[in-house]
């Protein structure tokens, strides 16, 4: 289980994180009705389009203290807070960081893929701590009653390209507000390669253009993220040409990106497409 993480430990925030202005005003109100009554957020969007980074400026920006855990090593329900371990030939109860973690005033715990658990009803005990409740029993732990001002986040991928999924419970899915992710605008997106791995300007533009077109290339569309992209930009600062950046860091073979690049005729300096609503979050 993931029980390393240190609950005292506020995320750094990072300058050159974006997000658009809707999003930020939701989740600032997000923030406020914490205050009152229990908020729990299901953060859905593609792969790497900056889902869970947004949880971790979210915490970094409240100065709240922060907790993730892995759904998809769940085998068994209640295995978020512990389970039963052998030692010298006796059996105890190993608790595990779950449990700290929600009764941590104003933690932020964050579920990631929350639809890719290993047995469907390890989520169960969720139920209960994302109630107005707020509470669960477990015969080991005995009461456990969820902190004031503890934020649940939950991150999902969905789509049939996501192997190990589940359709995420309806009456879970209801215990949620919801916010969806896409890809940032191409400007936003070059600006971000920009600031983060010190390329020029033209060759930031270059990159987005590209990987957009070969995210819409009707024949055979890729999901680049915008982690694969910060990875080709890396690439090229550190002295790669784009084709070589991009052919060495995108996770297909050599051969067939190359014929798409050559089919895609791509063309340096095309003129870059608006990032307006988005901003520094």
Known sequence: MANNYVLDMIPEKDPHYFLHREVIDNLERFENLSKKHPVNILVTGKQGCGKSSMVRQFAARHNRPMAVFQVGILSEPGQLFGELRLKDGETYYQRFLFPQAITTPNCVVH???????????????????????????????????????????????????????????????????VISMDYLPPAIEAEVLKLKTGISEAQAVTIVNIVNKLRGNTQMPLSV???????IAEMAAAGASIREAIVYSLQMSKDLLESILLAIHVEKGESQVSGYGYERY
Do not use: C
Not at 127 to 141: A, G, H, K, P, Y
Not at 225 to 231: C, F
């Open 111 to 177: 579920l990631e893929e929350i639809n890719r658990p290993e047995h469907p009803k390890a989520l169960n005990m969720l139920f209960s701590v994302l109630s107005e409740d707020r509470q669960v029993w477990t015969d080991d732990l005995g009461l456990i009653r969820v902190a004031n001002g503890v934020i649940f986040f939950a991150t999902l991928n969905e789509g049939e390209e996501f192997t190990g999924t589940e359709m995420l419970d309806a009456a879970l899915r209801d215990r949620f507000y």
């Open 225 to 231: 993220s915008t982690r694969h992209n910060l990875m």
